[in-house]
């Protein structure tokens, strides 16, 4: 799941607002498309394992909010997606580039893409891709989670999250 700081930093990113069409890709629990159903966008979450889209439809159930869930791969999993105007990768299974590649085809005029990323290659890979296909305000934050300890007192560091957004031209 996203960590809660993450996730409201990502959110943020993508200035979520009612009446919007939102793609989740690599959805994972849901948490980001739970949240983005709450702030009033439509949402499209992709998710290709089963026990993902299970914890999605039970996180959607819990918290009331209406999602359209597709159990499969993307960018396969997108066919059935109307044109959108704000997307999140979550997770690409290593599909990375054909997934932008589809965003950048769907997404419409000024939509913005935001995503989530813990290894430097796929965040160097993304912002490759904003620049090549001429993303404007383009923005990489650093978040590092960190909690003590209830025992020590110890501050122990979560692994640092890169979230990154461009706004389609």
Known sequence: MTKFEVRMVTLGMLEIESGDTFLDIGA???????????QGAAVYAIEKEA????????????FGAVLNIIQEAAPEGMHSVPHFNKCFIG???GQLK???????QRIDAGGI????????RNLQVFQQL???Y?????????????AADHKTGIMKAQNPVFIVKGVKH
């Open 134 to 146: 001429h993303y404007e305000n383009t923005e990489t934050k650093l978040i590092q989670v960190s």
């Open 113 to 120: 893409v935001a995503a989530n990323f813990v290894t430097l």
């Open 98 to 104: 054909s997934i932008f590649e589809a965003v950048h």
């Open 91 to 93: 997770g690409s299974g």
């Open 51 to 62: 026990e993902g889209v299970w914890l999605i439809r039970a996180n959607a159930e819990r």
């Open 130 to 132: 904003l620049k090549a």
């Open 28 to 38: 994972g629990t849901g948490s980001v498309s739970v949240e983005a159903a709450l």
